[in-house]
């Protein structure tokens, strides 16, 4: 049977928060006939394995934090069984899929085609998918968006290193672990680690240098590393792994890692691996069509997410750009405004500058703009001033000082008029408080604009407002 054969103004392969943003923008405001192809579950990582389940299971987290933390406010209570880690995983797993319906309706009623496939490009105006059943369509469309995203690494070079997990896999665990070992010094690990913890697993973190979380301002490392220490984590501190193999125990696995302690082994019953991620673009066919990829496989495409090919765009992971779910929706709806939306839309395009972004650790990380070390290289010791604070929120006002977390903020200014470059902060809240600071610091603030707002009195907020 010969391939079915279709054509389209836009074909949008890869059905993640990106691909979508500018599928639905292209059809349902602008009317250009669009086709959006996704082999996996619509929704991309965020939704299926990463932002979403992520913030779900940090709420547990925080939940059971709340829980120790009400003894100290006079609660009695005890509990009649443990934290229901399948219950909870079903009951996730339930809400994301219907999410996923949603964002399947949503398509529909913006008149997206959707097709269910793994689509590979044969020409640069010319893709072929195959579908579920193993029979293939060929689409020909005038404009071509690459929104693959990405996936997770496994470790090539350690011997056993498939045994272990990656955060895709951690959102399948059906029974929560006894002890866990999480390699990686970056957000995933970071967050995915203090979820284990806080639930109630031996956790041990492995990072390769002294410290985690090292893009950030050298505040946030230092104070969350301490943090998690207080918390109980285990880290291991310039370590390497050399092997895993089987344990003693059924499901049980030994990891064996030099640490600076030394050389050890470790027995756990999971291990995570949180040590980067790469561009899905294997069978996709990027040679076929001339786009150029840079020596991580991600695809090249500019500011504008113009690819090596005229016709050709891509955005979101799969392009490496700043990989946030926010950024890759507001590039792809601003692509499909600059394809579709007419003559006033030609320059549009994302700013990539001072875009906020948060850790989902515990407590909330929350950075915008540059760290104090940048800021001095691009601006010069002498044009910056930094005004940072760290004190005891009130949250903690009724426990024992051991049981006391940090908060620490850090606002970094730039030239005579103090533009706010940097803000960085750690603490409960965080997470919330930047998205209003950030629209702040977009606008261009400065340290006088800050002072001139009155402070929300009693907050960890006004902190930021009432800095000398």
Known sequence: MAPISKECDYLVIGGG??????????????????????????????????????????????????????KAYGFSFSESAPFDWTTFKHKRDAYIKRLNGIYEKNLANDKVEYIHGRAHMLSRNEAEVVLDDGTKTTIKA????????????IPKDIPGSEMGITSDGFFDLEKQPKKVAVVGAGYIAVEMAGMFNALGTETHLFIRRDTFLRNFDPMIQETIVKEYERQGMHIHRNSSQSKVEKGDRDGWMKLHYRDSQGEGVLDMDCLLWAIGRSPEVEDLGLDKAGVKQNDRGQIVADEFQNTSVENIYSLGDVSGKVELTPVAIAAGRKLSDRLFGGPEHQGTKLDYTNIPSVVFAHPEVGSIGLSEPDARKEYGDDNIKVYKTSFTAMYYAMMEPEEKGPTSYKVICAGKEQKVVGLHILGIGSAEMLQGFGVAIKMGATKKDFDSCVAIHPTSAEELVTLK
């Open 17 to 70: 928060s990106g691909g979508l943003a500018s599928a639905r923008r292209a059809s349902g405001i602008y009317g250009a006939k669009t086709i959006a192809v996704e082999s996996n579950r619509l929704g991309g990582t965020c939704v299926n394995v990463g932002c979403v389940p992520k913030k779900v299971t940090w709420n547990a987290a925080a939940i059971a934090e709340s829980l120790k933390d009400a």
């Open 142 to 153: 005038k404009n071509i968006l690459l929104a693959t995203g990405g996936h997770p690494n």
